[in-house]
């Protein structure tokens, strides 16, 4: 071991004598020598992230649409930032929240609420909520009932001759509010769409009775490639005797139409399905069925290439120029490898 001088302060050997740090997000690590052991520091990554909770399913009747699951990306939304120091070796366990099941029963029901997605980063971890389930119409009773609150909220329902419920809120720098339910005399009402990640759910309207439409979702292009994701589900609508008016379209992003009830000529009307992974809400139905919500998804993007292992091997890695990322479309495990 060498001294600097007679006070026998030690003398750090390293790289270039310093600790240097790649401006892609990689930090390399130095050796310290002394007392004739050596010590090496860690190697680190930034990681950049996406996480988008499973979205809401619409209401059964008159329902209203589904609200997208909670939209978190480091990557493509600002301020937010990535995760520093992530050590070469980690592991850490992804979970991706499933959309809410749509209400298929004969009894007219709410949505219901999709699941949170969440990456434990040690230390910091990154959770999104799941979208609010949509309204639904309440025969014989007050206005129809309101959509839940969630990552963006669901669309409120009405009821015809009574009056129309407001859309769930949103949460805060992760989706926006849904839109409310709208009542017209005769027969006829018509429940807003479910919040998406980029606009609110829009509001039911009258003359003619028009379902609220899907907020729209979000684009992301975190793997390198662009893709919209976590749109609001369309609201459903009731015009009976006359069939007027139209059923709420679904928000960009794999969202779920509304449907009618406009007997006789469609009693039973389901809202649609929300596409999987996408993190959308399911359509309000007319009557007899709601559209289930998407499950969510996570990505996680090394900007200096960090080595990427995932498991179960039905999530996925890639690359894009120097970076690499891996996808979790079901829950698992993530280690970043030395």
């Known amino acids: 071991m060498r001294y600097r001088d007679k006070k026998l302060e030690p003398l750090t050997v390293g790289k270039n004598s310093s600790n240097l740090k790649n401006a892609k997000g990689r930090s390399f690590g130095y050796q310290i020598l002394g007392f004739g052991s050596g010590g090496v520091a860690a190697v680190t990554y930034d990681l950049e992230y996406l996480v988008v909770a499973g979205g809401g399913s619409g209401g059964h009747a008159t329902g209203g649409g589904g609200g997208a699951g909670g939209f978190i990306s480091s990557h493509d939304q600002s301020p937010v930032s990535a995760v520093s120091g992530i050590e070469a070796g980690a592991s850490f366990n992804i979970t991706i929240g499933g959309g809410g099941s749509g209400s298929n029963t004969p009894t007219p029901g709410a949505g219901n609420s999709g699941s949170d997605s969440n990456i434990a980063f040690p230390g910091a971890p990154k959770t999104s909520t799941g979208g609010g389930g949509g309204g639904t119409n309440n025969p014989g009773g007050p206005a129809g009932t309101a959509g839940l609150t969630g990552g963006s909220g669901g669309g409120g ?69 662009s893709s919209t994701i976590a749109g609001g589900g369309g609201g459903g609508v009731i015009s009976s005797p006359r069939p ?13 139409a509304g ?37 969510g998804l996570v990505y996680v993007r090394s900007p200096g290439g960090a080595p990427l292992s995932v498991s179960p091997g039905t999530n996925q890695t890639g690359s894009d120029g120097d970076a690499t990322w891996a996808k979790f479309t079901v829950s698992g495990t993530l280690t970043v490898n030395a």
């Open 157 to 225: 329902s009405a009821n015809a001759q009574i009056g129309g419920a407001a859309g769930g809120s949103g949460t805060s720098n992760q989706g926006n509010d849904g839109g409310a339910g709208t009542d017209e005399g005769d027969q006829n009402a018509a429940a807003g769409g479910g919040g998406g990640a980029n606009a609110a759910g829009s509001d039911g309207s009258r003359s003619p009775t028009n379902g609220g439409d899907g907020g729209a979702g979000l684009a992301t292009n975190i793997s390198g490639s």
């Open 259 to 295: 449907n009618r009830y406009a007997d006789p000529i469609s009693p039973q009307g389901p809202g649609q399905n929300a596409t999987a992974n996408t993190g959308s809400g399911g359509g309000g139905g007319g009557r007899g069925g709601s559209g289930n919500g998407g499950s």
């Open 244 to 256: 007027s008016g139209s059923v709420g379209s679904a928000g960009s992003g794999g969202a779920g």
